[in-house]
């Protein structure tokens, strides 16, 4: 079989569907035989390239003459030239690559001409939602998600705001992130400082800030409290601020962003992970990839992620934006080596369990066969 991947973007670049898509491209690869190749749009280029990354054909849509055009300087006749020379480019993938089914993940500013290029050639397709869609959005995913026979999503909660902004009403089908199980150096050891991991990106909608406003009440009862925040993206330096501000520059350290194996040896140095959102999440990698390492999550109680954590058995769950219980239930579990380990092992037996990496990619397979019959 021949897959053509689209997602938002890819490695270098680091992030949850990255490094989902990555995966899966890699296990579709050795596991099943199939040749994979993966478009994404990538709107700060010169020029559209090429290359390969661990094995996969990466092709990178320069957009900036399609997004980074002013309606207001730009002639309708020069504005439909631009949109004419951007299809051709993607029908010319598509021609070279030859998929025998196309995977869109998410909604990005090629998902839509994307699909509309499948249809007329006559390959199927697969959209995989893997969280929210701006609603600025909206016109252009009703008409990606009404066409697709086949949709995914990462969870209920995903699937079920998509159906309220869409009026979808053919079935979506929920198929939860797998994760492949963590291997990492036997030689490691754990800081002997209380210790918190925060891990992904540092925009508003991840609670970071929240986080650190708890962790300077926690630090009241551990003075020594260390906080690991790994990551990036919009909304770093505010929060390299805040911890000033709030006198904890002795107790947060910012790495930026990080390899996946830098973010893995962070959570395993912790006693307890932080997922602190305070807006609607798909179905965080990092949460699942912490009870692999038996490692105690503390989220937020929003979208997907209590689909992947048992509140009380698993991890703990809180609300959104309420500093005070974020700060409670840390100081809960750094009291208790033998909470932490409970929570921990009973985590990374569900995440075996119930997302597996390969039960995961079977399911996608199986999705794959049925679009393939479906002609959409």
């Known amino acids: ?121 006559g390959i199927p397709v697969v959209f995989h939602l893997h969280g929210w869609v701006d609603p600025l959005l909206y016109p252009a995913f009703q008409s990606l998600i009404h066409e697709t026979e086949i949709v995914l999503s990462v969870s209920e909660s995903a699937a079920g705001v998509a159906r309220e902004a869409s009026g979808r009403t053919a079935p979506i089908r929920v198929v939860h992130n797998g994760v492949p199980d963590v291997v990492l150096s036997e030689v490691w050891s754990r800081s002997p400082r209380p210790t918190v991991a925060i891990v992904g990106r540092t925009t508003p909608q991840k609670g970071v800030d929240v986080a650190l406003r708890a962790m300077k009440i926690v630090a009241e009862d551990h003075p020594d409290l260390l906080v690991n925040v790994v990551g990036g993206g919009d909304g770093l330096d505010d929060l390299q601020r805040l911890s000033a501000e709030l006198g904890m520059t002795e107790n947060v350290v910012f790495f930026g962003p990080q390899p996946r194996e830098v973010c893995l040896e962070q959570m395993r140095a912790a006693d307890l992970l932080l997922v602190p959102s305070r807006g609607l999440e798909g179905f965080p990698l990092v949460a699942v990839e912490a009870a692999l390492l038996g490692v105690p999550v503390i989220a937020t109680n929003v979208g997907g992620l209590p689909e992947s954590i048992d509140d009380g058995v698993t991890g703990v769950l809180v609300d959104p934006e309420d500093v005070i219980a974020l700060a409670e239930a840390t100081k809960r579990l ?39 019959d479906s002609g959409r």
């Open 1 to 121: 079989m021949r897959i053509l991947h689209v997602p938002p973007g890819y490695w270098p670049v680091i992030g949850g569907i990255e490094g989902l898509v990555a995966d899966l491209a890699k296990a579709q690869r050795e596991d099943y035989g199939a040749h994979v190749a993966v478009m994404v749009p990538m709107k700060r280029n010169e020029r559209s390239e090429v290359s390969e990354v661990d094995g996969t054909t990466v092709y990178s849509v320069d957009l900036s003459f399609v997004v980074g055009t002013d309606p207001a300087t730009t002639t309708p006749v020069q504005r439909a030239k631009d949109l004419a020379r951007f299809h051709s480019l993607i029908r010319r993938i598509i021609e070279l690559e030859r998929p025998d089914l196309i995977h869109i993940h998410s909604f990005s500013e090629v998902s839509l001409p994307v699909k509309q290029v499948a249809r007329n050639l």
């Open 334 to 372: 750094l009291a208790s080596v033998e909470l932490r380990n409970a929570l921990g092992s009973a985590a990374r037996e569900r995440a075996l369990r119930e997302f597996s990496h390969q039960g995961f990619v079977a399911t996608i397979m199986t999705a794959y066969g049925d679009a393939l």
